[in-house]
């Protein structure tokens, strides 16, 4: 071997040891602020390959051995259970993480970096608070809400997640039930994404919705326009089952890939993510709920409502537990 050859190799064992790869389905431009924060403290670079679910989880599989991802950053507790349960993960451990994380946010192969409510919207014009008052999604079957609901889909994972928890916490029988009359109080064939459902409520075309938090901010912020920032005047939200077990509260969460060149990187990367400087930044920018209590929402999330009760009971794993058997129950009661 000649000198040049060998300095290379040393050189690029160097480069590769000191890299991570991250695969993401995140879309946030304000990432790259906190990957270029990380290789400042720690000299270590993130190559970024982002994608849709479903793709990266293929390129991943299908790469096996060879793929040199280090991490896959996903949104959905549904969706990162079905990646563990297709053996892309490695189970890794780490005493910060199970210290900052809730057990019911994480798994051996996956830890939840940011929460998100799903909730219901409502428009005052059309029906009081008191008519709504004290509801649960349980009650979104009852027959006075008739005609009432805007929501996407039952192929969304969101949608999925939701009826997993009722799933979890009811079992199959009741909320296949439950499924009939929910599917009754649709005010239109559910179409489009969680924001055009806020855009029915407030056009009033439906007097309720069922949306993820961070839209109704991400639409009252004024990033998705002047037209969606107005109508989110007109729609207000609200946090179910506060009364009981409190409001779904779904995940986005990260895992170090099973071939990973780099697992104690990835480790530590996963770790800079729950930084209280990191999770707020991650907040104010995609208006999540942080993973650690000392770090507070955003303010246009705060003001959507403030100290609600969270559903801490549910672990986010059922959701994909039940996934699959949400799906099927969801289109069997006519959901499409
Ligand atoms: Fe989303």
Same mark, same amino acid.
Request: hydrophobic share 15%; glycine share 4%.
């Given at each position: 071997m000649n000198l040049f050859l060998l300095l290379s190799l040393i050189l690029f064992n160097e480069l590769s040891a000191n890299e991570i790869n991250l695969f993401t389905t995140r879309h946030y431009d304000s990432d790259t602020i906190i990957f270029k924060e990380f290789t400042d403290q720690t000299g270590i670079n993130i190559n970024i390959v982002s994608g849709k679910s479903k793709p990266l989880e293929k390129r991943i599989l299908e790469e096996?051995?060879?793929? #040199?991802? @280090?991490l896959f950053f996903l949104a959905d507790a549904g969706r990162l259970v079905s990646a563990e349960e297709k053996g892309l993960f490695k189970k890794i451990r780490s005493k910060v993480l199970e210290k900052k994380i809730? #057990?019911? !946010?994480? %798994?051996e192969f996956w830890y939840g970096i940011a929460k998100r409510a799903r909730i219901i919207y409502y428009n005052p014009k059309l029906i009081s608070l008191k008519e709504i008052e004290?509801? $649960?999604? /349980?009650?979104?079957?009852?027959? *006075? !809400?008739? /005609?009432a609901i805007a929501i996407r889909q039952s192929n969304n994972v969101y949608n999925q997640s939701l009826v997993a928890s009722i799933i979890e916490n009811h079992g199959k029988k009741y909320t296949i039930d439950w499924l009939k009359k929910f599917v009754q109080n649709? $005010? *239109?064939?559910p179409a489009g994404n969680d924001r055009s459902q806020i855009l029915s409520v407030a056009s009033g075309e439906s007097k309720l919705a069922i949306a993820n938090t961070y839209y109704y901010a991400l639409m009252a912020s004024g990033k998705k326009g002047e037209e969606q920032q107005e109508a989110t005047k007109k729609v207000k939200p609200y946090f179910p089952n506060q009364q009981n077990r409190g409001t779904h509260m779904n995940i986005s969460g990260i895992g170090v890939l099973k071939? %990973?060149?780099?697992p104690e990187l990835a480790t530590q990367f996963i770790e800079f993510l729950l930084a209280p400087k990191v999770q707020k930044h991650i907040i104010n920018n995609t208006f999540e709920y942080p993973m650690i209590e000392s770090v507070k929402p955003s303010i246009l999330v705060e003001t959507m409502g403030k100290n609600f009760k969270q @559903?801490?009971?549910?672990?986010? %794993?059922s959701y994909g537990k039940w996934q699959k058997d949400a799906f099927k129950i969801m289109k069997e009661a006519g959901w499409n």
């Open positions: 096996g051995k060879s793929c #040199k991802g @280090d809730p #057990k019911q !946010f994480r %798994s004290n509801i $649960s999604y /349980e009650d979104l079957a009852d027959e *006075r !809400f008739k /005609e649709f $005010s *239109r064939e071939h %990973s060149p780099n @559903d801490n009971s549910t672990n986010v %794993s």
